[in-house]
């Protein structure tokens, strides 16, 4: 099983208001510190815009990037996100990076609003679909969207439009999917050659049961603790790892529980004592 970490467990994030944003190089060191060798890239402020500075300044930490994660506006016939994504394809080609990780958001990284789309929307998003693929092959990197709360893709009917009317592969994210009312298991076993990535989250059951009837926003969901370490909460992990070893997936395991702070956590503690229980769990089933 190839592990890595995530800025986003460190409650690192570009969403507006999202909590207290821990320094990158305690970031960095606590994931060496955890036996990682590999990382997603986290917001664009996070690491260095050259993809040769930043693959040097995570080859110091004994890291290197694997994949990103892109929110655009794919559902808006008045917006091209072509430019985008072929900016964001470059940069991963120059720097080493294998996969880039898309979700179809309203504008910007606010999960708070939530796009429901016309035919129109589904149309246009469909095809700006089709095109993240051909750009992924014209650069010779491997794409996927990313079903996540608050996007265009959230719940189960979305996600299976996705798989019926396009051929873009999926990171499967184990939360955000169980959160949009899709089995993380039931879904590989139903399309196995679609997963390209996958993220690994628990989730706590009564803040999802709250988030779902429209209680909590996503924000306050997550600040409230909705995602938890690998074991804990209503995600049965083990179903998820072994439907896709059955499935023969060889591709990335990154622990992401989607994590806010308020404050700066001692050191030793905070998103690390979190993120190795969930490796510790992980352990368990290999």
Same mark, same amino acid.
């Given at each position: 099983?190839?592990?890595?970490?995530?800025?986003?467990?460190?409650?690192?994030?570009?969403?507006?208001?999202?909590?207290?944003?821990?320094?990158?190089?305690?970031?960095?060191?606590?994931?060496?510190?955890?036996?990682?060798?590999?990382?997603?890239?986290?917001?664009?402020?996070?690491?260095?815009?050259?993809?040769?500075?930043?693959?040097?300044?995570?080859?110091?930490?004994?890291?290197?990037?694997?994949?990103?994660?892109?929110?655009?506006?794919?559902?808006?016939?008045?917006?091209?996100?072509?430019?985008?994504?072929?900016?964001?394809?470059?940069?991963?080609?120059?720097?080493?990076?294998?996969?880039?990780?898309?979700?179809?958001?309203? =504008?910007?990284?606010?999960?708070?609003?939530?796009?429901?789309?016309?035919?129109?929307?589904?149309?246009?998003?469909?095809?700006?679909?089709? =095109?993240?693929?051909?750009?992924?092959?014209?650069?010779?990197?491997?794409?996927?969207?990313?079903?996540?709360?608050?996007?265009?893709?959230?719940?189960?009917?979305?996600?299976?439009?996705?798989?019926?009317?396009?051929?873009?592969?999926?990171?499967?994210?184990?939360?955000?999917?169980?959160?949009?009312?899709?089995?993380?298991?039931?879904?590989?076993?139903?399309?196995?050659?679609?997963?390209?990535?996958?993220?690994?989250?628990?989730?706590?059951?009564?803040?999802?049961?709250?988030?779902?009837?429209?209680?909590?926003?996503?924000?306050?969901?997550?600040?409230?603790?909705?995602?938890?370490?690998?074991?804990?909460?209503?995600?049965?992990?083990?179903?998820?790892?072994?439907?896709?070893?059955?499935?023969?997936?060889?591709?990335?395991?990154?622990?992401?529980?989607?994590?806010?702070?308020?404050?700066?956590?001692?050191?030793?503690?905070?998103?690390?004592?979190?993120?190795?229980?969930?490796?510790?769990?992980?352990?368990?089933?290999?």
């Amino acid at each position: 099983m190839k592990t890595a970490g995530a800025p986003i467990a460190w409650g690192v994030s570009a969403m507006p208001g999202w909590g207290y944003q821990l320094d990158r190089a305690r970031v960095l060191a606590e994931m060496r510190d955890l036996g990682f060798t590999a990382t997603e890239l986290g917001p664009p402020a996070f690491l260095p815009p050259s993809p040769a500075r930043r693959a040097a300044l995570l080859a110091e930490y004994g890291l290197r990037g694997i994949g990103g994660f892109t929110p655009l506006v794919l559902h808006d016939p008045a917006f091209d996100p072509v430019p985008e994504v072929r900016a964001t394809l470059r940069g991963y080609r120059d720097g080493g990076v294998e996969i880039a990780i898309f979700a179809a958001v309203v =504008k910007g990284t606010d999960y708070d609003l939530r796009p429901l789309l016309d035919s129109t929307g589904w149309k246009t998003l469909l095809s700006n679909l089709g =095109k993240i693929v051909t750009e992924g092959g014209r650069f010779g990197r491997r794409v996927a969207i990313h079903p996540h709360a608050g996007t265009a893709i959230a719940n189960a009917d979305e996600v299976t439009r996705v798989l019926d009317e396009s051929d873009i592969p999926l990171c499967l994210d184990t939360g955000h999917l169980l959160l949009g009312g899709t089995d993380p298991a039931a879904l590989v076993h139903v399309a196995p050659g679609r997963i390209a990535h996958v993220h690994l989250k628990g989730v706590d059951a009564g803040l999802a049961a709250q988030f779902r009837a429209g209680n909590l926003t996503y924000t306050e969901a997550v600040h409230a603790g909705l995602f938890r370490p690998l074991g804990q909460g209503e995600l049965d992990t083990a179903a998820v790892v072994a439907a896709l070893s059955g499935s023969g997936y060889d591709g990335w395991y990154v622990v992401a529980p989607d994590t806010a702070l308020s404050r700066e956590p001692p050191p030793g503690e905070g998103p690390m004592t979190a993120v190795r229980d969930s490796l510790d769990h992980l352990a368990g089933l290999t």
